[in-house]
């Protein structure tokens, strides 16, 4: 059950509370909560909502910025009908890391900011009564941890956070928080593969309990007839002729998994899953087994206000764009959704690269976004004394996001890490690892990858070899050869491609990131840098590149929307590569990718 990453839902067995709202809230700076008892109450507690960031809710820069120990606390009900059965607390993410106390009691801790986890509370509630569940939460950085960064303590004493990547810091309970009571011998996993036969499917399953009982699965269509049955914690599903999950076209069937015992229902689960499949042949990536092309965006959690907490308002308005622009793909740079975004993936018919928090391993970029803050040495990330704690982490990362996202249909590759330093002798012994565990844990096999900075060539880089398909990041002018010097960019860019043509080996590459900084108040002609006009005039560069080359199977833009970012020379209030502004309006980019990804057939370069 702790390891059980199973979604939340309420069933015939199963009950799912929200306990999300208004929470009390108080920071920690000197460490002293657990001492001075802060489990059993807060002494001087504001108001918090829970899901949200806390900094953008703030008026002063000292909360706003606020690094350190922090405290979540509320009040919540178990029914006394629930008495004999499990009771857990589900945190969607607590950010970046966690010891939660139960009337007062501590219960667990958790690290990584990005992945839901479970605690079974069952012999230390109260039933039929308030219970008190609070959560210590930390967001210091540090380089042992996913996303890499530092701390370092200001003359005033206050501590300040120092990310090693490019978006903001926004920690809290950003995600919702849930009370659920569970059978005692419960469901705890459930995992399908697909195959396709002529107009029929198989649905390979596999359902894990905490017991002995025998399992059954039946799967109903959206009319809600029975179109297949299995019985076995193990089994093979057959849907005659199936309806398939498509790009654009999503067709998700209702599973229902039960534990039985003759003819007692003991416990159920159900889950919305589309049947496709997808893999990668001949260079070009097949869903169905038809060739996909991919376009879309790099994006971000964050929106005014709420920053990286759950807003489903920002949701339904991304995927609103996303379809009018033409896109058919996103990747979740630089960490795990919530889960709500993928469910909504599924529904919408969108394919996304689900990314590790594995974000800031690289020192240059460290250096380049804190300009002035950075200790300017360059050394390689992964022969440090904390690799190993490091390792341990995205392991940890890497297996919870495969055990969460494996049945998604939208779910079609695995990005382990971005832009992480990737040519120095430590490499290949810190990647290999990782990229075998993503196959040894996901039945489907989906596509590895990672996003390949720049600077990191296919002759110098030392882990493009582990990756299915090739992931760039690449700002040909941009960051390199902008403005006037565009035509220089352009043939650098073909001669870096002619580089990898050699040892793609089949392989087909994508884009995950090509993009330049706009502001919306901007309009300039003849063109500037940062003007409207210059950044369509940067796509059309770089599109014009990627259409020279068969290889080139895909196109995500940095990013979707204006993102914040760590206040700095590099950065005004935030990143300004969106197609769409924070708000998500369109930029005049926004009309340009509409006309050509409205235009580019599914299968272009088939
Ligand atoms: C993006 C220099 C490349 C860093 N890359 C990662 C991403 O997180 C950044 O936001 C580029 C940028 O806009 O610089």
């Known amino acids: 059950m702790e390891r059980s990453m199973l979604y939340p839902v309420t069933t015939r067995t199963r009950r799912a509370v929200s306990l999300d709202g208004m929470w009390n809230f108080q920071f920690d700076p000197q460490s002293q909560g657990v001492n001075d008892g802060w489990a059993n109450g807060l002494p001087a507690p504001l108001l918090m909502p829970v899901p949200s960031a806390f900094a953008d809710l703030f008026t002063d820069k000292d909360s706003r910025e606020y690094c350190g120990d922090f405290w979540y606390e509320t009040n919540f009900f178990v029914p006394g009908e629930w ?62 941890m996913l996303p890499a960064g530092r701390t370092t303590t200001l003359s005033n004493g206050k501590k300040m956070a120092t990310p090693y990547f490019d978006f903001y810091n926004y920690a809290g309970l950003q995600r919702p928080v849930k009370l659920l009571c569970l059978p005692k011998e419960q469901i705890v996993d459930f995992t399908v593969n697909h195959r396709l036969d002529g107009a029929d499917a198989f649905v390979d399953y596999t359902v894990e309990t905490t017991g002995e009982k025998d399992c059954r699965v039946l799967v109903y269509d959206k009319e809600g007839n029975l179109v297949a049955e299995s019985t ?46 997808f893999c990668i042949e001949n260079g070009r990536f097949l869903l169905n087994g038809k060739p996909i092309y991919l376009k879309g965006f790099g994006k971000h959690e ?50 996304v690269i689900d990314e590790t928090p594995a974000v800031g391993f690289l020192e240059s970029i460290t250096n380049f976004l804190a300009a002035n803050q950075g200790n300017g040495k360059q050394v390689g990330y992964f022969e440090k004394e904390t690799t190993p704690q490091l390792l341990e982490n995205h392991k940890q990362a890497l297996s919870d996001m495969i055990r969460r996202d494996k049945n998604h249909a939208c779910v079609i590759a695995w990005s382990i890490l971005n832009e992480p330093q990737c040519t120095s002798e430590g490499t290949e012994a810190y990647f290999k690892p990782l990229f075998d565990l993503a196959h040894e844990l996901d039945v489907q096999k989906r596509p590895r990858t990672y996003a ?32 006037q010097n565009m035509v220089d960019a352009e043939a650098a860019f073909h001669q870096e491609m002619q580089g990898w043509n050699q040892v793609l080996n089949g392989r087909p590459m994508i884009f995950t990131e090509y993009g330049a900084d706009t502001m919306p108040s901007e309009h300039k002609l003849p063109s500037v840098m940062w003007s409207q006009e210059y950044q369509n005039e940067y796509l059309d560069m770089n599109h014009r590149v990627f259409d020279a080359y068969d290889f080139v199977q895909g196109e995500l833009v940095w990013n979707f929307a204006d993102f914040q970012t760590t206040e700095g020379i590099m950065r005004v209030n935030g990143n300004k590569k969106g197609i769409f502004t924070r708000q998500r309006q369109p930029k005049d980019a926004a009309f340009n990718f509409r006309a050509r990804w409205c235009s580019l057939p599914q299968d272009f370069k088939k």
């Open 232 to 277: 076995g914690k193990t089994g093979t599903l057959h849907l005659e002729n199936a309806h398939l999950w498509n790009v654009h076209a999503s067709y998700l069937y209702r599973f229902v998994v039960q534990i039985v015992d003759g003819e007692t229902l003991v416990d159920e689960y159900t889950q919305k899953i589309g049947v496709r499949t």
């Open 452 to 483: 390949i900075v720049m600077m990191s060539l296919p002759n110098t880089s030392k882990g493009q070899q582990f990756c299915d398909f090739i992931s760039l990041n690449r700002y040909y002018g941009w960051y390199v050869m902008g403005g």
């Open 83 to 144: 008495e004999g059965q499990e009771v857990v607390l589900r945190f969607g993410s607590a950010t970046h890391r966690a010891t939660v106390f139960v009337n007062g009691q501590e219960v667990t801790r958790h690290e990584g900011g990005f992945l839901p986890f479970n605690v079974r509370v069952t012999d230390l509630v109260r039933f039929n009564q308030d219970n008190k569940v609070a959560v210590l939460v930390n967001n210091e950085l540090h380089e042992a």
């Open 302 to 351: 964050d929106s005014d206000l709420r920053g990286r907490g759950l807003d489903l308002v920002t949701i339904k308005r991304d995927y609103e764009c996303m379809k009018w622009i033409g896109a058919n793909c996103f990747r979740t740079s630089h960490y795990p959704y919530a889960e709500e975004m993928y469910q909504m993936a599924d529904e919408e018919g969108f394919l």
